[in-house]
């Protein structure tokens, strides 16, 4: 689950990464192009700027793909050992006191019908937790599609699913980030055609090949895949990956970068801490539109800040990054850890104002909400 333990030791900002050529997700038959050059050069703020590095060439969609068997070197800290376990054990704050719980009748909730969109359109809509409804380049693309009730291991959901699946139009795509329970829901995914193209982590795609999807493609950090004019990259972020007792860190974790044919691009970070990789995806994905990042499941942070951003780092990756929108997620829809359950929008509202960033490219939807980027 998201709230995996973590340690105590912070990402380093000096996590090497590879050369180009060098194989920085150990796939046997893939090509890679790693980071390299001036690591300190800020993100560019416009969409025409050159990447940098240049992009990697799309791959075949649903080809073939050797992976190695474990991705423990992508972990930008350690997992948590038997210390950490035995404090937590000892401390075991994973839920807010009654006083946090309060104010779940106060969550916003505000479901409304999608926007009207065409193909030079792009609109996103806030079905809860890290689901979205991304409409790009005439594609309707699901991130992390979670629309049952409750996830193995966690209590309910508090706000319901913010988009009927019945109002949805048909579904053109689906990301993955990673594997955790909150992040990829098999009641959910049975409810699609096997044929929906799928793009996925490096790994995950037996996953999907067992339930019958057909149309999967597997990618490593860097790498991209496209469909219907929309560029799909996948990007790293500071997380991990299990879904069982013995495959940790066994399929790759990320986010997701997508790009429409006119340019504006629309990043869906996933899970993620905060850490050196934000630079690195500004860097290379320059024009960033909007930035959809986690603010919640944050607290204790000695266990979690690994993993899983707070508010004010999530506004610092939206600004890393480049973005000029951030929409925020990952919040308000199932308990997962201590923080009361308001507390991450007003820690967001106040760090984006602290930062004197522009309230209106805030955009802090209610679960059902929708903006069109103009």
């Known amino acids: 689950?998201?709230?995996?333990?973590?340690?105590?030791?912070?990402?380093?900002?000096?996590?090497?990464?590879?050369?180009?050529?060098?194989?920085?997700?150990?796939?046997?038959?893939?090509?890679?192009?790693?980071?390299?050059?001036?690591?300190?050069?800020?993100?560019?703020?416009?969409?025409?700027?050159?990447?940098?590095?240049?992009?990697?060439?799309?791959?075949?969609?649903?080809?073939?793909?050797?992976?190695?068997?474990?991705?423990?070197?992508?972990?930008?800290?350690?997992?948590?050992?038997?210390?950490?376990?035995?404090?937590?054990?000892?401390?075991?704050?994973?839920?807010?006191?009654?006083?946090?719980?309060?104010?779940?009748?106060?969550?916003?909730?505000?479901?409304?019908?999608?926007?009207?969109?065409?193909?030079?359109?792009?609109?996103?809509?806030?079905?809860?937790?890290?689901?979205?409804?991304?409409?790009?380049?005439?594609?309707?693309?699901?991130?992390?599609?979670?629309?049952?009730?409750?996830?193995?291991?966690?209590?309910?959901?508090?706000?319901?699913?913010?988009?009927?699946?019945?109002?949805?139009?048909?579904?053109?795509?689906?990301?993955?980030?990673?594997?955790?329970?909150?992040?990829?829901?098999?009641?959910?995914?049975?409810?699609?055609?096997?044929?929906?193209?799928?793009?996925?982590?490096?790994?995950?795609?037996?996953?999907?090949?067992?339930?019958?999807?057909?149309?999967?493609?597997?990618?490593?950090?860097?790498e991209a895949a496209e469909l219907g004019g929309v560029r799909f990259d996948f990007v790293p972020a500071h997380h991990w990956s299990k879904r069982s007792l013995t495959d940790t860190c066994r399929t790759l974790w990320g986010g997701w970068v997508l790009t429409d044919p006119d340019g504006r691009r629309v990043y869906f970070a996933g899970d993620t801490g905060y850490g050196h990789w934000f630079t690195r995806i500004g860097r290379r994905y320059p024009g960033i539109d909007l930035a959809l990042l986690p603010i919640g499941a944050y607290d204790p942070r000695w266990w979690l800040s690994d993993v899983h951003c707070d508010p004010e780092e999530a506004v610092r990756a939206a600004q890393d990054v480049g973005a000029r929108r951030m929409a925020p997620m990952h919040w308000g829809t199932f308990v997962l850890s201590a923080e009361p359950v308001l507390e991450p929008l007003t820690r967001v509202r106040a760090a984006w104002q602290r930062a004197g960033l522009p309230r209106e490219h805030l955009w802090d939807l209610p679960v059902g909400g929708s903006r069109v980027l103009e």
């Open 1 to 222: 689950m998201t709230q995996q333990p973590r340690s105590t030791t912070r990402p380093s900002s000096a996590t090497p990464t590879a050369r180009p050529t060098e194989d920085t997700g150990n796939s046997r038959n893939t090509r890679h192009t790693g980071d390299t050059g001036d690591l300190d050069a800020p993100p560019s703020a416009s969409s025409s700027a050159p990447s940098y590095p240049p992009l990697a060439e799309p791959r075949p969609m649903a080809e073939h793909r050797v992976w190695p068997r474990t991705f423990h070197d992508r972990l930008t800290a350690p997992l948590p050992g038997l210390k950490a376990f035995a404090r937590f054990a000892r401390e075991g704050a994973v839920r807010p006191g009654p006083e946090g719980l309060a104010d779940i009748p106060r969550l916003p909730y505000a479901p409304g019908p999608l926007p009207r969109v065409d193909a030079r359109t792009v609109a996103v809509t806030w079905a809860g937790h890290a689901s979205w409804v991304v409409r790009i380049g005439g594609l309707t693309v699901l991130t992390d599609p979670v629309w049952s009730r409750r996830i193995l291991g966690t209590p309910a959901r508090v706000t319901p699913v913010g988009v009927p699946w019945s109002a949805l139009p048909r579904v053109d795509a689906v990301v993955i980030s990673h594997n955790h329970y909150d992040h990829l829901d098999a009641p959910t995914l049975r409810r699609l055609p096997r044929d929906t193209p799928v793009f996925a982590p490096a790994g995950l795609g037996r996953w999907f090949h067992r339930r019958r999807f057909t149309r999967v493609t597997e990618l490593d950090w860097w």
